[in-house]
T-cell receptor, first 117, second 112 residues
Framework: DTAVSQTPKYLVTQMGNDKSIKCEQN?????MYWYKQDSKKFLKIMFS???????INETVPNRFSPKSPDKAHLNLHINSLELGDSAVYFC????????????????FGQGTRLTVV | GQQLNQSPQSMFIQEGEDVSMNCTSS?????WLWYKQDPGEGPVLLIA?????ELTSNGRLTAQFGITRKDSFLNISASIPSDVGIYFC????????????FGTGTRLKVLA
């Protein structure tokens, strides 16, 4: 069973469209993330949710709206897609990052390659 | 956004050689993670470090949490062709929001 799964794996769409990426984790973790990986392979955090509540929002345009219906799911909706949104988007999860120490390592999904044309 | 300085940026090595890469920052971290990413895949966790000075091994991989808590290194011994990929460090800050900041990556190519 896949621990963190994202759908779709590939997404090609036109500028101006609205699209969603779904993420589910079956690890029982209470924190989930969205990361963006650009063409240079830099990984940057976009959002973090803990127990369905937004705890990190890293200066992301408000065209990007995460939604967490429950602890196991964190979806990413993107409005009015732009060429610069083309990237690979990774979902990840970890167990309780609010602890100062402990087993809080993050596990990643396979990524969604978004191409805006 | 913040990024960790990771070096080297890329390296070509011969099969059987040992490899060393490191991450440095001006900030203090309480957790260091090392990941490997293969083409078309997500980062896969290799080693997690939680204490300053901690030295942890995972097969041919060894990683250390720097004493100053501002750096970490990863060693790969006796490299093999399947070690090829991008290696990332990730750190979690002590203060402020709890998030993982990633290094710029080390692209490793192993020549058989």
């Amino acid at each position: 069973d896949t621990a963190v799964s994202q759908t779709p794996k590939y997404l090609v769409t036109q500028m101006g469209n609205d699209k969603s990426i779904k993420c589910e984790q079956n690890l029982g973790h209470d924190t989930m993330y969205w990361y963006k990986q650009d063409s240079k392979k830099f990984l940057k955090i976009m959002f973090s949710y803990n127990n369905k509540e937004l705890i990190i929002n890293e200066t992301v345009p408000n065209r990007f709206s995460p939604k967490s219906p429950d602890k196991a799911h964190l979806n990413l909706h993107i409005n009015s897609l732009e060429l610069g949104d083309s990237a690979v988007y990774f979902c990840a999860s970890s167990q309780d990052t609010l602890r100062p120490r402990g087993n809080t390592e993050a596990f990643f999904g396979q990524g969604t390659r978004l191409t805006v044309v | 956004g913040q990024q960790l300085n990771q070096s080297p940026q890329s390296m070509f090595i011969q099969e059987g050689e040992d490899v060393s890469m490191n991450c440095t920052s001006s900030s203090i971290f309480n957790t260091w993670l090392w990941y490997k990413q293969d083409p078309g895949e997500g980062p896969v966790l290799l080693i997690a470090l939680y204490k300053a000075g901690e030295l942890t091994s995972n097969g041919r991989l060894t990683a250390q949490f720097g004493i100053t808590r501002k750096d970490s290194f990863l060693n790969i011994s006796a490299s093999i062709p399947s070690d090829v990929g991008i290696y990332f460090c990730a750190g979690r800050l002590v203060a402020g929001t709890y998030k993982y900041i990633f290094g710029t990556g080390t692209r490793l190519k192993v020549l058989a």
